[in-house]
Every structure is written in structure tokens, then in C-alpha cells.
């Protein structure tokens, strides 16, 4: 009796030792701290890769419980986020892709410089840096149903723009729809709508935007009208599939797979969900010429990634707890997984290494030897579009797309939103505003 009495006094005041072999004080072993997360669900693939992530890293230590806050809206992530901070549910850390919008609103927690460090690029925004990077810009590129490309001879990717088209008439004299594509989720739309930017307006010009505001170039020219001319075509030509203003992005691989499609513009990410959905599936990819046979893609670091608001942080162990998680996301052995699981391009200065498909072989290939630019939303300071912008253009493009509008309509819809939209935001002044 007295022996028991004995082990349950130390076991109180004492030090106990654990099967790993380390030794924690009774003052270490209160109750984990709970700390709240989100970040976009949109894709499926990656939402769950970071999903396990969040469980290995609660399952790696005893301090701190990660739990996960996510929004079920369809609609933008960034009109997600505002719900939640509305109904004081705002999320300790988060997927922070609008950036600039946070930081105006007060409501970010600069990245210490120990975990700057960790990535090869970081981007400022008002002079400072506020996210931990995950992921590099994805090149948005064509991925095929290879076996109906091979049984009938469709064995050429495309030169230039008219042999991408003849290849759509080609699906088509097949009875299958050429394309397909999410336009149900608002900003799926936004891949196609850039690529035709890019290619035919901007010729990727990083200071575009910049030139808007300086009133050098507006959205209303010929170049913008015959991009916008080429995007409308695909959906009303029969190029797409009919259902598009009803079909959502995590619908497409359900379509490839199931041939009532044959080809997809989207990341790399998508490629581990058609897996799943079929492993004996035979992709194919390539990127889109323009007339002269050039592709600029999307791709490059940007300011968006993992973040901790500035109420979070006024509490040290929640600000310890984003520490500690930052560190073990981007440690080699989940960040590997991390990668190969979504099929994501690195951040981090460490090289990571891990095996990969020849398909995505490629993609890297493609992305390391064409020119990139970031997406026409992705900018900061002089290049950051006005708030809500970008949304309002993508609802107007629906309308282009169901025929409703016309190329020229839409683009000069697009200047005099620009006038409203900048009457009261200058993107290189940090001025407070609410979120």
C-alpha cells in the first residue's frame, strides 16, 4: 500500500517518461490547446492531403489540437472566409489567397523570419511578409482521354491554335464533347479566361494591370474582343459540353473518366483524381498554342499560403502552435507526400525528392522550359486587381459564355466596372478597411 501510494505521488509532482523516450513535467501535461483551421475545399485532392497532414501533426505531439473549420459553400473562397469572420468563427489559421484584402483589414500576423527561411521565394505584401507559401502556380494545360485520342488517331498535339480547333471537330465527329468544364464554380472559369488574356492580350506582361491604372492600356481593344471572341466560341461552337453552367469542377473527372468527355483544362492537381477514379485511365496532356505555335503558361510563386490572424497570435501558444505546424507541413517527410499526392510544384529551398509519373515528368518538363506568369488576379502592390473584381468579371463571362452577351459588350462592361471599382482603392497605399 504504501509502494502505491509512493508511485501515485510521483506520478503527480515527478517526471514521467514516455515510449519515445522523451520526458515531459506534470506542468506539460495540461489539456492540448485548440487551434482552428481552414482552407479551400474546391479540390478534392488537395483538401485531403492536407487534411492528413493536420492529423499526422496531431497525432505527432501532445500540445496542440488543430481543428479543422471548412466551409461547405459552392461560391468564392474568399466570400467563404468573410462568412466565417462575420459569425465570429474566423479560423486561427487559414489558406490566405487574397492577401492584400486581410492585411488591409488588420487581420494578419507577419511570418517570423525563421520560417521565411524555409522557402525559396516569399512575397511581400505592403512591404511585409504574411504567409508560409505552399504550393508555386500550377500550369494549367489540357489533360486527354489518351485511348480515345489512340483509337482514333488523334496522335499530334497541336502546333498552333487551328490544330487545337481541329482536333475539337475531330471529338466531335465522334458524337463526344470535346471539352468540359466547371463553370458552376465561379473561379474555374477564371483558367480559361486567363489563358486567352495571357495569350492574345497581356503576351505575359507581369505589369498589365499596372498599366490599367495608368491609364496606358484598357480592357476595350481588338486584341481583348478576339480573345473573348475565341473563349465564347468553344462554349457555344459545341466544343463544350452543353452542362457547363451546371457542372462543377470536381464533376470533370467523373466526365473524362466516364468519356462524355475527352479533354479537360485544368492543373496537375486533377491527375491523382482521375487515378482514383480509374487507375487504368491513360492521360495525355499538352499546353494550348496561340496562331504562331507560342504558349506562355501559368506558373510562378505568389503571396498566397498559410497564415495566423493577429487575434490568434495576441495568444502565445496559439502563435507557437502556427510555429510548430508550419515546420512539420513543410518537413521533408509530409511535404514529399505533400507533393506527390497533388502533383504540386515546390516552394521550399530544401530540395524535395520523391518519385513521380512520366505524365507528370512531362508537366515539369513543360514547366521549367516555356515562359510563366502568374494568373491576372495573382498580382500585388501596383498589380493587385480592386476588390471584388475579379468575381464580377468571371459572373460577367458567364454571361458571354450562355450567349446573353457579346465579346464586345463584355469588354466594355469590364472598363466601366474598372471606373467604379477604383474610385475609393489605390492598391499601393495601405489603407485600413474592413473586411
Given at each position: 500500500m504504501k509502494k502505491t501510494l509512493l508511485l501515485y505521488f510521483m506520478l503527480?509532482?515527478?517526471?514521467?517518461?514516455?515510449?519515445?523516450?522523451?520526458?515531459e513535467t506534470s506542468s506539460n501535461l495540461k489539456k492540448p490547446v485548440s487551434v482552428s483551421i481552414t482552407f479551400a475545399t474546391g479540390d478534392v485532392t488537395t483538401k485531403?492531403?492536407?487534411?492528413?497532414?493536420?492529423?499526422?501533426?496531431?497525432?505527432?505531439?501532445?500540445?496542440?489540437?488543430?481543428?479543422?473549420?471548412?466551409?461547405?459553400?459552392?461560391?468564392?473562397?474568399?466570400?467563404?472566409?468573410k462568412t466565417l469572420n462575420a459569425s465570429g468563427q474566423m479560423p486561427d489559421i487559414f489558406e490566405c489567397r487574397d492577401v492584400p484584402v486581410?492585411?488591409?483589414?488588420?487581420?494578419?500576423?507577419?511570418?517570423?523570419?525563421?520560417?521565411?527561411?524555409?522557402?525559396?521565394?516569399?512575397?511581400?505584401?505592403?512591404g511585409t511578409v504574411y504567409t508560409a507559401p505552399f504550393v508555386a502556380q500550377y500550369p494549367h494545360i489540357i489533360l486527354y482521354n489518351k485511348t480515345l485520342f489512340d483509337k482514333w488517331g488523334i496522335n499530334e498535339n497541336p502546333k498552333n491554335y487551328a490544330d487545337f480547333l481541329k482536333i475539337c471537330d475531330a471529338l466531335k465527329s465522334h458524337d463526344i464533347a470535346p471539352m468540359a468544364a466547371g463553370v458552376a464554380d465561379i473561379w474555374h472559369i477564371g483558367f480559361l479566361f486567363n489563358y486567352y488574356l495571357t495569350q492574345y492580350v497581356t503576351h505575359g506582361d507581369p505589369d498589365f494591370i499596372s498599366k490599367i491604372y495608368k491609364k496606358e492600356v484598357k480592357f476595350n481593344t481588338p486584341e481583348m474582343i478576339d480573345a473573348m471572341s475565341k473563349l465564347?466560341?468553344?462554349?457555344?461552337?459545341?466544343?463544350?459540353?452543353?452542362?457547363?453552367?451546371?457542372?462543377?469542377?470536381?464533376?470533370l473527372v467523373g466526365l473524362l473518366a466516364g468519356e462524355k468527355t475527352?479533354?479537360?483544362?485544368?492543373?496537375?492537381?486533377?491527375?491523382?483524381?482521375?487515378?482514383?477514379?480509374?487507375?487504368?485511365?491513360?492521360?495525355?496532356?499538352?499546353?494550348?498554342?496561340?496562331?504562331?505555335?507560342?504558349?506562355?503558361?501559368?506558373?510562378?510563386?505568389?503571396?498566397?499560403?498559410?497564415?495566423?490572424?493577429?487575434?490568434?497570435?495576441?495568444?502565445?501558444?496559439?502563435?507557437?502552435?502556427?510555429?510548430?505546424?508550419?515546420?512539420?507541413?513543410?518537413?521533408?517527410?509530409?511535404?514529399?507526400?505533400?507533393?506527390?499526392?497533388?502533383?504540386s510544384l515546390p516552394t521550399t529551398k530544401e530540395k524535395m525528392v520523391y518519385d513521380t509519373t512520366p505524365l507528370m515528368g512531362t508537366i515539369l518538363k513543360l514547366n521549367n522550359t516555356l515562359p510563366k506568369t502568374l494568373m491576372w488576379n495573382m498580382?500585388?502592390?501596383?498589380?493587385?486587381?480592386?476588390?471584388?473584381?475579379?468575381?464580377?468579371?468571371?459572373?460577367?463571362?458567364?454571361?458571354?459564355l450562355m450567349g446573353q452577351i457579346t465579346p464586345q459588350q463584355?469588354?466594355?462592361a469590364m472598363d466601366d466596372q474598372w471606373v467604379i471599382s477604383i474610385r475609393d482603392f489605390n492598391p499601393t497605399q495601405l489603407v485600413k478597411s474592413s473586411l
Open positions: 503527480l509532482s515527478g517526471t514521467v517518461l514516455f515510449a519515445n523516450g522523451v520526458s485531403e492531403a492536407i487534411h492528413t497532414i493536420v492529423q499526422n501533426f496531431n497525432k505527432s505531439q501532445n500540445l496542440y489540437r488543430l481543428q479543422e473549420n471548412l466551409s461547405i459553400s459552392t461560391g468564392a473562397y474568399l466570400d467563404s472566409l486581410f492585411v488591409r483589414a488588420g487581420m494578419l500576423e507577419p511570418i517570423p523570419q525563421d520560417l521565411q527561411t524555409l522557402f525559396e521565394t516569399t512575397i511581400p505584401v505592403y465564347a466560341y468553344l462554349f457555344q461552337s459545341g466544343d463544350m459540353e452543353k452542362g457547363f453552367m451546371s457542372t462543377k469542377e470536381n464533376e475527352s479533354m479537360i483544362f485544368t492543373g496537375s492537381w486533377t491527375i491523382t483524381q482521375i487515378m482514383e477514379a480509374d487507375p487504368d485511365f491513360k492521360i495525355g496532356c499538352f499546353p494550348v498554342p496561340d496562331e504562331k505555335g507560342h504558349v506562355i503558361l501559368n506558373g510562378g510563386a505568389t503571396s498566397q499560403g498559410w497564415a495566423l490572424t493577429k487575434a490568434a497570435a495576441q495568444n502565445p501558444d496559439k502563435k507557437a502552435a502556427f510555429n510548430a505546424f508550419i515546420k512539420y507541413f513543410f518537413s521533408k517527410a509530409q511535404y514529399t507526400t505533400f507533393l506527390k499526392t497533388t502533383n498580382g500585388v502592390g501596383e498589380n493587385e486587381l480592386p476588390p471584388s473584381y475579379r468575381n464580377w468579371t468571371y459572373k460577367k463571362v458567364q454571361e458571354l463584355l469588354v466594355q
